[in-house]
């Protein structure tokens, strides 16, 4: 059982992507995050690809949750929205304030300001450019879809996804459809129609993402299944007639053996490449958005490999000398990378004939997700393994770089303050 409010610490990433059938990740972005395999999973980026190959519009959402502080361990996350943002995609951001009002009792005015300075004030000094950002609690839309979806879901499923047990409140049931309406409702028609919509998430999250890409396909009119031949069924309509042609006339322009079965309520098509699926899915998406507000095409995941604490374990704001904040004073920082654990040997001696461990060590992982230069990390990895660096070097030489990084980052923060009218809706 993954939980999404409590799961503390690494998770063997290759058991759990065979045992719910997360994909790796084999599409090259040109990101660090992607190059260096930091980004270890997804489900259906296929079609993110097809909206970038077809110059189509896309969505990117993510979510905060306002309690803790922003760290570098949930840094990544923005900086994958970032990238996505520069290649054309739609930003929307939730501040999760109804998530944590039912699952850590904070209150919304709470919620609003530490949303705002921690988190909000941050992404913008980071380069996010203007985009939708909103609380869950002033978002009707949201709310009107999360009471919607709550009809195609029932306990059992909330249950074997969740681990809810009859204690439970209710609220605390419900935040799951909050955060599936976060995600859905960017591809309401007020919001611009079906789309893929890419969410970077920790894997932690994915009974989150199970759970939506299931509900967007229960809220379609058209189901797609493909087993060599493709089978279009029509869902929940008393008089299917209509949209069996629909989809029979759409794909008959492309494909020659195509059959309508009335009775069966599906289209049936031969000669239909898996390759193609993506497309005939979003025409499809397209065509019955007309008649449906509700229509989704399932959102797609990256999942990120956890950054290390500096104590060892998981970065986590219950643990406040294993992080670094980005409101941290860079002194403070720098003294935390100083007393940070490593992947070294117990001696200089030992260090240089057997090199240190970077795959084990909280310094190197600053490397890895902060620095850019992929020939440098390639260089200080290589000069650990091979006994050439010793730590104390390296402590200070990436505590110098990131307690620089820092101090801009609170200028640019100031900065940010002016335009957040820019970017919060409400
Ligand atoms: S030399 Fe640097 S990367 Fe290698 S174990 Fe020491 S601190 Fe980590």
């Not at 969505?59 to 990544?76: A, F, R, Y």
């Not at 459809?177 to 079906?194: E, R, S």
């Not at 008959?252 to 009775?263: H, I, P």
Request: glycine share 6%.
């Amino acid at each position: 059982m993954i939980n999404p409010w409590s799961s503390s610490d690494f998770f063997d990433y290759e058991r759990l992507k065979k045992e719910f059938g997360i994909e790796e990740m084999n599409y090259n972005f040109d990101n660090f995050l992607f190059r260096r395999h930091l980004i270890l999973g997804q489900r259906s980026i296929d079609y993110i690809d097809y909206a970038l190959k077809n110059s189509l519009k896309f969505n990117v959402m993510t979510g905060l949750m306002p309690s803790g502080e922003m760290h570098l361990g949930n840094k990544s996350a923005i900086d994958q929205v970032i990238f996505f943002q520069k290649l054309g995609g739609r930003v929307s951001i939730a501040v999760a304030d109804l998530e944590s009002y039912s699952t850590r009792g904070i209150s919304l005015e709470k919620a609003r300001n530490v949303a705002i300075e921690k988190y909000i004030l941050n992404y913008i000094a980071m380069g996010l450019e203007p985009c939708e950002i909103y609380f869950q609690s002033k978002n009707s839309d949201v709310q009107f879809l999360a009471y919607m979806l709550g009809n195609r879901t029932n306990m059992n499923e909330l249950r074997s996804l969740y681990g809810f047990t009859d204690t439970h409140d209710l609220l605390h049931i419900n935040s799951p459809l909050i955060q599936a309406a976060d995600v859905l409702h960017t591809q309401m028609k007020k919001y611009g129609g079906p789309a893929p919509t890419i969410v970077p998430v920790g894997f932690d999250q994915d009974p989150h993402i199970r759970l939506m890409r299931d509900l967007s396909k229960r809220m379609r009119i058209f189901n797609i299944q493909y087993d060599r031949d493709l089978i279009v069924s029509v869902r929940g309509k008393d008089d299917p007639k209509e949209f069996i042609d629909l989809a029979y006339d759409y794909l008959s322009k492309t494909y020659t053996n195509v059959k309508k079965d009335y009775e069966y309520r599906v289209v049936r098509c031969e000669g239909v490449s898996e390759g193609d699926l993506v497309k005939i899915d979003l025409d499809l998406a397209n065509i019955e958005s007309k008649y449906n507000d509700f229509t989704f095409v399932p959102p797609s995941a990256t999942y990120q490999k956890l950054m290390k604490g500096l104590k060892g374990g998981k970065m986590s704001s219950s643990v406040p000398d294993s992080l670094i904040s980005l409101n941290d004073d860079p002194k403070e920082a720098k003294r935390k990378i100083m007393s940070g654990m490593t992947g070294g040997r117990d001696t200089e001696e030992e260090q240089r004939r057997l090199g240190g461990e970077p795959e084990k060590c909280p310094i190197f992982d600053l490397y890895n997700y902060e620095i850019e230069d992929d020939k440098y990390v390639k260089e200080v990895y290589e000069d650990c393994k091979n006994g050439r660096r010793m730590c104390g070097f390296c402590k200070r030489e990436i505590a110098e770089k990131m307690s620089s990084w820092l101090s801009e980052l609170s200028k640019k923060r100031e900065e940010a303050r002016e335009k957040l009218s820019l970017y919060i809706h409400e």
